[in-house]
C-alpha cells in the first residue's frame, strides 16, 4: 500500500522557522494537503493543493514540492504553532486519500 | 458555516458492528463535496476509512473495504459508517469530514478535508 513519510519529531526554538517534510513516490502527479492538529482537537486544514493556504492560517504558514517531497514551512514559530501535523495526499489514482505518519512540533 | 457532528455508541462489544452518523449543518449534502470518515486510534496517527459522493458513489480504504459500508441519508443530511467484526484494533477516534475533491487537465488530485467534526471515540470492548 502506498506510504507517506513524515519525521517523527522536529524542534525549534521561538521565532524561528519549522520546517516539515513528507516523502512519497506519487507525489510528483498528486496534490499534497497539510493538517495541524492540537491535543484533544479535531485537525485543522493548514495548505491545501501543494502550496495554497485557507481563509485564516495566517501568511506564516507555507507549502512547496519538489519531485517526491513536500514541505510544510512556519515562519517566525510562536508558543502556539506546537502541535501535531499531518501531511496528506493520495495514490497515483487520486481516488483513495493517505495521511503521513504525523510530525510533532515541538517549540523550545 | 458548514458544522459536521458524529453520533454513536461510545462502547461496541468485539466481534459486533460498529454504527456511526455524521449529520451536517447549514450545508445540504446533496449540493456537492464528497464525505468521508478518518479514525486515529489513542497516541496514534490519522487513517482515512473510506469516502461517498453525494450520489452516493463510495471509496473505501482497501485494508477495510471487507468490513466497511458508508452511506448517505441525503433527506436527513447524514451519511452514515458501518463497521462489522471489530476488533481492539478499531479502538479509536472517528472523524468525519468534508472532501474537496480536486482535478486538472491530468485527472483527479486528491481530497482536502476543510471541515471536520469533533470527533467521537469508540472503543471497543472484549
Known amino acids: 500500500s502506498y506510504e507517506l513519510t513524515q519525521p517523527p519529531s522536529v524542534s525549534v526554538s521561538p521565532g524561528q522557522t519549522a520546517r516539515i517534510t513528507c516523502s512519497g513516490d506519487a507525489l510528483p502527479k498528486q496534490y499534497a494537503y497539510w493538517y495541524r492538529q492540537k491535543p484533544g482537537q479535531a485537525p485543522v486544514l493548514v495548505i491545501y493543493k501543494d502550496t495554497k493556504r485557507p481563509s485564516g492560517i495566517p501568511e506564516r504558514f507555507s507549502g512547496s514540492s519538489s519531485g517526491t517531497t513536500v514541505t510544510l514551512t512556519i515562519s517566525e514559530v510562536q508558543a502556539e504553532d506546537e502541535a501535531d501535523y499531518y501531511c496528506q495526499s493520495a495514490d497515483s489514482s487520486g481516488t483513495y486519500p493517505v495521511f503521513g505518519g504525523g510530525t510533532k512540533l515541538t517549540v523550545l | 458555516q458548514v458544522q459536521l457532528q458524529e453520533s454513536g455508541p461510545g462502547l461496541v462489544k468485539s466481534s459486533e458492528t460498529l454504527s456511526l452518523t455524521c449529520t451536517v449543518s447549514?450545508?445540504?449534502?446533496?449540493?456537492?463535496?464528497?464525505w468521508g470518515w478518518i479514525r486515529q486510534p489513542p497516541g496514534k496517527g490519522l487513517e482515512w476509512i473510506g469516502s461517498?459522493?453525494?450520489?452516493?458513489?463510495?471509496y473505501y480504504n482497501p485494508s477495510l473495504k471487507s468490513r466497511l459500508t458508508i452511506s448517505v441519508d441525503t433527506s436527513k443530511n447524514q451519511f452514515s459508517l458501518k463497521l462489522s467484526s471489530v476488533t481492539a484494533a478499531d479502538t479509536a477516534v472517528y472523524y468525519c469530514a468534508r472532501g474537496d475533491r480536486y482535478y486538472d487537465s491530468s485527472g483527479t488530485k486528491g481530497d482536502a478535508f476543510d471541515i471536520w467534526g469533533q470527533g467521537t471515540m469508540v472503543t471497543v470492548s472484549s
Open positions: 461517498i459522493y453525494h450520489s452516493g458513489s463510495t
Open positions: 447549514s450545508y445540504s449534502i446533496s449540493s456537492g463535496y464528497y
